[in-house]
């Protein structure tokens, strides 16, 4: 897993219009480090330790506000709870009912081909900005989430 200097976390706030404050450096490392789209009370429980000042209000306002920004996305899950993705480029998702887990799924092949078939196939009274791929499904001979 790559690791994401605080340098560049402070670079990308910048560069989207957000001043990067303390919370914020913090919160958004947090969330960019976890490649499990973390809810915000996980993020909560990442940082606590190391910023105790840091309630779960302000992880909740700071993630709007990274939302907002264009530096995160939300994931909302068929269970209704909101989690977050510190990735925003196009890419689809594996969520495992039983475990909860929600993986990554990256495939350009399957992105071109929906691409390409929207293009074709315009939908009638509708402009699409963004279409993302979500499957549900479990991981074999995995526990449930207790
Ligand atoms: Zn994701």
Known sequence: MEKVSL???Q???KEHGLKATPQRLAIYHALVQRHDHPTAEQVYALI???NPGISLGTVYKTMDSLVDAGLASKVITSDGVLRFDGKTHT???LHCTKTGRIMDFE???LEALLTDY???KKLP???IDH???HVTGQIPDSRPKS
């Open 7 to 9: 340098q560049d976390v």
């Open 11 to 13: 670079k990308q706030l």
């Open 48 to 50: 606590h330790k190391q």
């Open 91 to 93: 890419h689809g998702h």
């Open 107 to 109: 495939d350009e092949e």
């Open 118 to 120: 929207f293009q074709r």
């Open 125 to 127: 009274n509708f402009v």
């Open 131 to 133: 279409f993302q791929v």
